[in-house]
């Protein structure tokens, strides 16, 4: 039987913020199954409903984690429905969250992915409305502590899957779009460092920006082209939100060229 490794550690991504007491309960609800748990914030400051944005933040704190690290993410907009709890296996890593495509970037033909239907290891009372205090919140518990995925739920082929945007590569240009952006402004798209050409010019909303910067160190109110730490290319306003100055948003339109042409 395959050994697997826990690191103690279970990470909690939400959209529930700080004003309510939901992300504390669901700490609770961990620390009574599993009090030696360590437990780490990953962001609870998402838009409501914004399984995206949470997608992007998983795909990219993720990597940084201990192996058998257990990540517990509840944006969860079909609580109630018929939408199936999920954990995933994926990169020695466990991932728990509703079925809605928030795991995305983890499903792979190497995941192995469980629905988490042994009602044995939830709270005695589920709720229509709060299914990570009732479902996901024991079950991370549970796995942190050593139960196998299978004692948890069944194994299952797939798991829905929402689109990832492409760059669409043409002669002499690359078409991007903005998949997230920061509590800073930054416009974070979906070209990659790899895509850059020797020498970019950067366009976007009418702006453009030749070459890439280092920093964010500019007069303020430079509009900068950067790499940023996910190694993605960035649009950044220096000293100031670009997302607010150019009204930007996710899914705006970015497209890259050679200064040479």
Do not use: W
């Amino acid at each position: 039987m395959e050994t697997l490794t826990r690191s103690g550690i279970i990470t909690l991504t939400s959209d529930f913020g700080l004003a309510d007491a939901y992300i504390g309960i669901i700490k609770g609800v961990i620390l009574s199954l599993f009090p030696k748990a360590r437990l780490v914030d990953i962001s609870h400051n998402l838009d409501p409903q914004d399984i995206q944005q949470a997608g992007y933040l998983l795909k990219t704190s993720v990597p940084y984690f201990p192996e058998g690290t257990v990540h517990l993410a509840v944006v969860d907009p079909g609580v109630g429905t018929s939408r199936r709890p999920i954990l995933v296996q994926a990169r020695e890593q466990f991932l728990i969250a509703p079925d809605n495509g928030l795991l995305t970037d983890f499903i792979s033909p190497e995941a192995k992915i469980f629905h988490l239907n042994r009602p044995g290891f939830f709270l005695n009372h589920i709720s229509q409305t709060f299914h990570g205090r009732d479902i996901f919140a024991p079950c991370a518990a549970h796995l942190a502590k050593g139960k196998r995925p299978e004692q948890l739920g069944e194994a299952i082929p797939d798991a829905v899957r929402l689109p990832r945007p492409q760059p669409e590569i043409q002669p002499g240009r690359i078409l991007g779009q903005v998949i997230h952006i920061d509590r800073f402004g930054n416009l974070i798209t979906n070209i990659s460092k790899e895509q850059l050409p020797e020498k970019p010019l950067i366009r976007i909303m009418g702006k453009a920006i030749s070459g890439i910067s280092n920093s964010y160190d500019a007069p303020a109110g430079t509009l900068l082209a950067i790499i940023g730490s996910a190694g993605h290319l960035e649009i950044s306003l220096a000293r100031d939100s670009a997302a607010h100055r150019l009204k930007a948003g996710v899914g705006q339109a970015v497209e890259l060229s050679n200064a040479d042409g």
